[in-house]
């Protein structure tokens, strides 16, 4: 071995604290980019495989009722490959022990063999029996919420007879990965259901012999969707066709597709920032240590070793922390990915997985480390051979402090030795500590970024369930009924206050964009639910317009002044061209609000309500659910309590909880940065404090001299990491946001005083450990050789 | 006499500028015959280390020229003086200055690696009488001793010119005698052109040629027509 790569080695072993502690910090930010790329792949490429796998329909097709025969000209439509036509039922289920009843839907499987479409994955138990009407498969996630298994028995209410019915199996299916009860936004599992029966069991039940009231369709490759919806449209006319959709539009994919995207987002800007983090760190760290070996390059030169050769040795020193970092990142991306896709796996009821990794982001991850290593260490070998090889053999300290000595004697005089030589460092390489206080600055940045981001997210919650919605029991009818149900309503002993609302189901449209979601009708000064903007304000409905949600307008390019093509998706199904009237901020949905009676008029529906908020009495809560129950318009009946612990869920078990994750790996980071400042500067300065003992310093005057600098370097930082945590805040926050929900940034003082926390502690704890070793070092040993 | 190794005329080298400027050289002139042993004696910061590292192509010169052989060192890049004191420069450095990571003999090693003809290192070690400690770091070693590895460091690649700081500086009068005979040998035997530094004048009697210096120039130069063989120097 040539005693260059002797000195390498044993010159790693040396600073194997350092290295170690600089490799990790690469390591980190590596590791979140692997990590988060291979999550969205994967989860891409797992959702994908199942929509395939199991047939999911491209195209959806409601109809009041259409006799089969409509399928065979369905399926001669160009583009379209398979046709599946089922029936569907909206159907209460009771639950033991709750005085909700619980809705759900009751899907049709062929009578014998498989569906052409929209095929069911069964979990456990056996396929249906099409010779027992009796016999359901439940959807596996909403068994799993109740407690169901095969082999129970469940009551449900279809088309108004209640009936009982024997789980013979649990199923899943790419068509209710997510399910939502009507009228709400957030997902949940245990208030929705979905029953799978045999057609006949089902048609019969419905009134659907030999017809069907949902086609299916599947689209070959390159086939119009656009075309094929408006044709399925025109042919089911006749039958009473409520409107074709695609895909994109259906509840599921919709809810899964953006909470990938959103974690798409957030992989697209979180991991970056987190590399350029680690990156600029490690470009400043190797630039100083390879500055601390100025002298043996000085030496390498005057034996006569080239620049190359010095300049070789040195990046191999550079190669094996940054490459060793990275690919170590690398090793914990793939193995904390893989975890996390199985976590996601079944946050997302995918019943297999599919692990799918990135080589780009290993390539990103392994160049951008090395190219931050090597740029800091060629940047200073660079200045260390512009130095003829006799200066840099000499020790560089002695020589340059008069400069700064100049600082005023009278001020000099009032300060004891040990703080007038960390004034002096700091002062005479500015340039060093700025790179130290602007590393810290970012640590913090990171950590107060993710702060922020929790706090977002409970500010989310709180907004939308205690201000927004004030109501304890949400009421959706069947249909948009009469306004007397509202005073039948409040005629109950118990109910406080009922405030109506008229949800109206439509497709927007402004040119060539498009929204499937519904216009809110709300009474004037509403106390229960409220319109509110981002900042708590209370949104004024207006009886001339559209009041829209920013992501609405977002979504549809629309701007006050404008006005929307609104196609009603219920009723008579008119299509209207309503203004927008205002904009406004808002964290949940995408909603677009208007006045009631005004909805109404211009529906030429008046005195139609589709739903009411409820205030009760707590006492007599069980009673009041109970009655609700049996009122012949009510779909649905939603608690709040239920909805918020929904939101919650959702929020920390979807896209939203890889925050956990990138909050733990912000305080790695953080923790890495400081101590890394305080490692190099120890390494940096072994000697001097091993002479300053020497001549008679404590150990606490020794320390106080390193750590007095790390301590003025991160006061420096702590403004300048708020700073720069607020940009990096609002980059995460739009990262974060869905379509379903939005995360504000919030700064508050909490936020920032909590980060500035984790870098004081960060910085106390480095202090301890280099102190540790400062307490430790062997003074003759040091002196005589370098650290 | 051979043509001269080094001809140096009006060599002047400035530390720094305006108020601060150190004036380490002002206005050397010599001449060095190829294959002498030259000592250079003179009081403390009066410009030796300066000089040799001029004429060892560590530092450039700030007036005046200094050629080796034909060569103006002045005008090499810095990629031909690299391959100047690759080639034919040997040096032991005032403050020793070993590599602390690597062995005595790796850090012969680290010479030899590159040079042409060298010995081995751990026949140079033996030279200085090291070959016990070969296995040593720097740490473990006492200054002498380190010094004695540095002296082993620059007689192993036998160059042409070797350039010594003060060799002895650190070692009692047997050791040192030993090293000087070692440089001696080193000369009689391959030619090798031999400056020496030193605070002990003793040294001057095994020299050909003794350099008086004083402030920044030469104040004296002696020829000895009588050298000493370095075991009968005494200090
Ligand atoms: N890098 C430098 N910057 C400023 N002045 C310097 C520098 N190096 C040397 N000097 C000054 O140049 C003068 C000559 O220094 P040099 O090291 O050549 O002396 P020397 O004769 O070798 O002394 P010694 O016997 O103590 O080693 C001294 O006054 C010294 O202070
Ligand atoms: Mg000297």
Same mark, same amino acid.
């Given at each position: 071995?040539?005693?260059?790569?002797h000195?390498? @080695?044993r010159d790693l072993w040396?600073m194997?604290?350092?290295?170690?502690a600089?490799?990790?910090?690469?390591?980190?930010?590596v590791?979140?980019?692997?990590?988060?790329?291979g999550?969205?792949?994967?989860?891409?490429?797992? !959702?994908?495989t199942?929509y395939?796998r199991?047939?999911l329909?491209?195209?959806?097709a409601?109809? =009041?009722?259409a006799?089969n025969?409509?399928?065979?000209?369905l399926?001669?439509i160009?583009?379209v490959?398979a046709v599946e036509?089922r029936?569907?039922g909206a159907t209460?289920?009771?639950?033991?022990?709750?005085?909700v009843p619980v809705?759900a #839907?009751?899907?049709s499987?062929?009578?014998?063999?498989s569906p052409?479409l929209?095929?069911?994955?069964l979990n456990?138990? $056996?396929?249906l029996?099409s010779?027992?009407?009796d016999?359901?498969l439940l959807?596996?996630?909403?068994?799993?919420a109740?407690g169901?298994?095969?082999?129970?028995?469940?009551?449900?209410?279809?088309?108004?007879a209640?009936?009982e019915?024997?789980?013979?199996?649990l199923?899943?299916?790419?068509?209710?990965?997510?399910? *939502?009860?009507?009228?709400e936004?957030?997902?949940d599992?245990?208030?929705?259901?979905?029953i799978?029966m045999?057609?006949?069991a089902l048609a019969?039940?419905?009134?659907?012999?030999g017809?069907f009231?949902e086609?299916?369709?599947?689209?070959?490759?390159?086939?119009d969707?656009?075309a094929?919806?408006?044709?399925?449209?025109r #042919? @089911? =006319?006749?039958y009473?066709?409520l409107g074709?959709?695609?895909?994109?539009?259906?509840?599921?994919? %919709?809810?899964?597709t953006?909470?990938?995207?959103s974690?798409?987002?957030t992989?697209?800007s979180?991991?970056?920032?987190?590399?350029?983090?680690?990156a600029?760190l490690?470009n400043i760290v190797?630039? !100083?240590m390879?500055e601390?070996e100025?002298?043996?390059i000085?030496?390498?030169k005057?034996?006569g070793?080239t620049?190359?050769e010095?300049g070789a040795?040195y990046? $191999?020193?550079v190669l094996?922390?940054a490459?060793g970092?990275?690919?170590?990142g690398?090793?914990f991306?793939?193995?904390?990915?893989?975890?996390m896709?199985g976590?996601?796996?079944?946050f997302?009821?995918f019943?297999?997985l599919i692990?799918d990794?990135?080589?780009?982001?290993?390539?990103i991850?392994?160049?951008?480390?090395?190219?931050? =290593?090597?740029a800091g260490?060629? %940047?200073?070998?660079?200045?260390v051979?512009a130095?003829t090889?006799?200066?840099?053999m000499?020790p560089?300290?002695p020589?340059? &402090?008069?400069?700064?000595?100049?600082f005023?004697?009278?001020? =000099?005089r009032l300060?004891?030795?040990?703080?007038?030589m960390v004034?002096r $460092?700091?002062?005479r390489?500015p340039l060093?500590?700025?790179g130290?206080?602007v590393?810290i600055?970012?640590?913090?940045a990171?950590?107060?970024?993710t702060?922020?981001?929790y706090a977002?997210?409970t500010r *989310?919650?709180?907004?939308?369930?205690?201000?927004?919605?004030?109501?304890?029991v949400?009421?959706s009818f069947?249909h948009?009924?009469?306004?007397?149900t509202i005073?039948?309503?409040?005629r109950r002993p118990g109910v406080?206050r009922?405030?109506p609302v008229?949800d109206?189901p439509?497709?927007m449209?402004?040119?060539?964009e498009?929204?499937r979601?519904?216009?809110?009708?709300?009474v004037?000064?509403?106390s229960?639910?409220?319109a509110?903007?981002a900042?708590?304000?209370?949104i004024?409905i207006?009886?001339d317009?559209?009041?829209?949600? #920013?992501?609405?307008?977002?979504?549809l390019d @629309?701007?006050?002044?404008?006005?929307?093509t609104?196609d009603?998706?219920e009723?008579?199904?008119?299509i209207?061209?309503?203004p927008?009237?205002?904009?406004?901020?808002s964290?949940?949905?995408?909603?677009?609000?208007?006045?009631?009676a005004a909805l109404n008029r211009v529906l030429?529906?008046?005195g139609?309500v589709?739903?009411?908020?409820?205030?009760?009495?707590?006492?007599?809560s069980e009673?009041?659910y109970?009655w609700?129950?049996?009122?012949?318009?009510?779909?649905g009946?939603?608690?709040?309590?239920?909805? !918020?612990d929904?939101f919650v869920?959702?929020?920390?078990?979807g896209?939203g909880?890889?925050?956990?994750?990138?909050g733990?790996?912000a305080y790695?980071?953080?923790?890495g940065?400081? &101590?890394?400042?305080?490692r190099i500067?120890?390494?940096?300065r072994?000697r001097?404090l091993?002479?300053l003992?020497?001549?008679?310093?404590?150990?606490?005057e020794?320390?106080?001299?390193l750590?007095?600098?790390?301590?003025a370097?991160v006061?420096?930082?702590?403004?300048l990491?708020?700073?720069?945590g607020y940009?990096?805040?609002v980059?995460?926050a739009?990262?974060?946001?869905t379509?379903v929900?939005q995360?504000?940034a919030?700064?508050? %003082?909490?936020?920032y005083?909590s980060a500035?926390?984790?870098?004081i502690?960060?910085?106390?704890?480095s202090?301890l450990?280099v102190k540790r070793?400062l307490?430790?070092a062997d003074?003759v040993?040091?002196l005589?050789?370098?650290? | 006499m051979?043509?001269p190794?080094y001809?140096?005329?009006?060599?002047?080298?400035?530390y720094g500028?305006?108020h601060s400027?150190?004036h380490?050289l002002?206005g050397v002139d010599l001449?060095?015959p190829r294959g002498?042993?030259?000592v250079l004696?003179?009081?403390?910061?009066?410009g030796?280390?300066?000089?040799?590292?001029?004429?060892?192509?560590?530092d450039?010169?700030?007036?005046?020229?200094a050629?080796?052989?034909?060569?103006d060192l002045?005008?090499?890049?810095?990629?031909?003086?690299?391959?100047y004191?690759r080639?034919h420069?040997?040096f032991?450095?005032?403050?020793?200055n070993?590599?602390p990571?690597l062995t005595a003999?790796?850090?012969?090693?680290?010479v030899?690696?590159?040079?042409?003809?060298?010995m081995?290192?751990?026949?140079a070690l033996d030279l200085?009488?090291?070959?016990?400690r070969?296995d040593?770091?720097?740490?473990q070693?006492s200054?002498?001793?380190?010094?004695r590895?540095a002296?082993a460091r620059a007689?192993?690649?036998?160059?042409?010119v070797?350039?010594c700081d003060?060799?002895?500086?650190?070692l009692d009068?047997k050791?040192g005698?030993?090293?000087?005979?070692?440089?001696?040998?080193l000369n009689?035997r391959?030619?090798?052109?031999v400056?020496i530094?030193t605070?002990?004048?003793?040294t001057?009697g095994m020299?050909?040629?003794v350099?008086?210096?004083?402030d920044?120039a030469?104040?004296?130069?002696?020829?000895?027509?009588?050298?000493l063989?370095a075991s009968?120097?005494?200090?």
């Open positions: 071995m040539s005693p260059l790569t000195k390498l @080695l040396r194997k604290g350092q290295a170690l600089i490799a990790m910090v690469i390591a980190t930010g590791m979140l980019l692997v990590m988060m790329t999550l969205v792949n994967s989860l891409e490429e797992t !959702r994908t199942y395939e199991y047939r329909a491209d195209v959806f409601p109809v =009041a009722r006799p025969l409509a399928l065979a000209d399926a001669e160009p583009g490959s036509g029936v569907n209460l289920i009771d639950i033991e022990g709750r005085s809705q #839907q009751a899907v499987l062929p009578d014998f063999g052409a929209n095929d069911i994955y456990d138990g $056996r396929m029996d010779d027992r009407s016999e359901i959807l596996e996630s909403f068994a799993r109740h169901l298994d095969p082999g129970d028995t469940l009551e449900a209410t279809m088309n108004g209640r009936r019915f024997r789980i013979v199996g199923a899943q299916s790419p068509e209710f990965i997510f399910t *939502t009860a009507p009228g936004l957030v997902p599992d245990a208030r929705f259901g979905v799978w045999s057609y006949s019969a039940a419905y009134d659907m012999d017809a009231n086609a299916l369709l599947g689209l070959g490759r390159g086939a969707e656009e094929v919806l408006a044709e399925v449209d #042919q @089911l =006319a006749p009473g066709a074709a959709y695609g895909l994109e539009d259906q509840l599921s994919n %919709l809810f899964i953006q909470e990938i995207e974690l798409a987002a992989n697209q979180v991991p970056p920032i987190f590399l350029a983090v680690a600029f490690l190797i630039g !100083r390879v601390a100025r002298e043996e000085g030496l390498m005057a034996f070793y620049d190359w010095v040795h990046f $191999r020193m094996a922390i490459a970092g990275a690919l170590l690398c090793l991306g793939v193995a904390s990915g893989r975890a896709v976590v996601y796996t079944q997302y009821k019943p297999f692990f990794l990135d080589a780009t982001s290993f390539v991850g392994v160049a951008v480390s090395i190219a931050a =290593a090597s260490g060629v %940047l200073v070998l660079r200045r051979f130095l090889p006799s200066e840099a000499r560089p300290a020589a340059d &402090y008069s400069r700064s000595g100049r005023g004697r009278s001020i =000099a300060l004891d030795q040990p703080t007038r004034l $460092r700091i002062t390489q060093r500590m700025a130290a206080v590393g600055a970012l640590g913090m990171l950590s107060a970024s702060i922020t981001i977002g997210f *989310t919650i709180d907004l939308t369930f205690s201000v927004v919605d004030r109501s304890d949400t009421v069947t948009a009924v009469s306004d007397k005073l039948e309503l409040q406080i009922v405030e008229r109206v439509v497709v449209r402004n040119g060539l498009e929204h979601g519904a216009i809110t009708g709300m004037q000064e509403a229960l639910s409220r509110l903007d900042g708590g304000a209370a004024p207006r009886s317009g559209l009041v829209v949600s #920013q992501t609405l307008a977002d979504i @629309l701007a006050p002044g404008d006005s929307v609104v009603v998706r009723g008579r199904q008119p209207l061209d309503l927008v009237v205002a904009l406004a901020e964290l949940l949905g995408a909603p677009a609000y208007m006045d009631m030429k529906e008046p139609r589709s739903g009411a908020y409820l205030l009760i009495d707590d006492g007599q009673e009041i109970t609700l129950k049996g009122l012949p318009a009510v779909a009946v939603s608690l709040k309590s239920e909805a !918020r929904a869920r959702l929020l920390n078990s896209a909880w890889s925050r956990f994750i990138i733990a790996l790695i980071i953080t923790f940065i400081v &101590y890394n400042a305080a500067a120890y390494a940096e072994a001097d091993a002479s003992r020497v001549i008679g310093f404590s150990k606490g020794a320390a106080y001299v750590l007095g600098e790390l301590a370097v006061i420096v930082a702590l403004p990491g708020t700073l720069l940009y990096v805040a980059l995460m739009s990262a974060f946001s379509e929900y995360v504000p919030i700064f508050d %003082l909490a936020t005083g500035a926390l984790v870098v502690a960060a910085a106390v704890t202090g450990l070793d307490d430790r003074l040993e040091a005589k050789t370098r650290e | 051979s043509e190794a001809i140096v005329k009006g060599l002047t080298k400035v500028e305006g400027a150190v380490a002002r001449e060095i002498e042993i030259v004696l003179g009081p403390s910061g009066s030796k280390s300066t000089l040799l590292n001029i004429l060892g192509g560590l450039r010169s700030t007036g005046g020229t050629s080796f052989g034909r060569t002045g005008a090499l890049s810095d990629r031909e003086l690299t391959r004191r080639d420069i040997g032991v450095f005032q403050f020793y070993l590599m990571s003999r790796e850090n012969v090693e680290l030899t690696e590159i040079a042409r003809d060298p081995s290192p751990e026949e200085v009488g090291l070959s016990e070969v040593h770091f720097p740490a070693l200054g002498g001793e380190q010094q590895v002296i007689v192993a690649k036998q160059p042409d070797l350039f003060e060799p002895t500086g650190a009068s050791t005698r030993a090293v000087l005979r070692v440089l001696q040998r009689e391959l030619g090798t052109t400056l530094v605070h002990a004048a003793a001057a020299a050909d040629r350099l008086n210096f004083a920044g030469i104040r004296e130069v002696t020829e000895n027509t009588e050298k063989d009968e120097i005494v200090w």
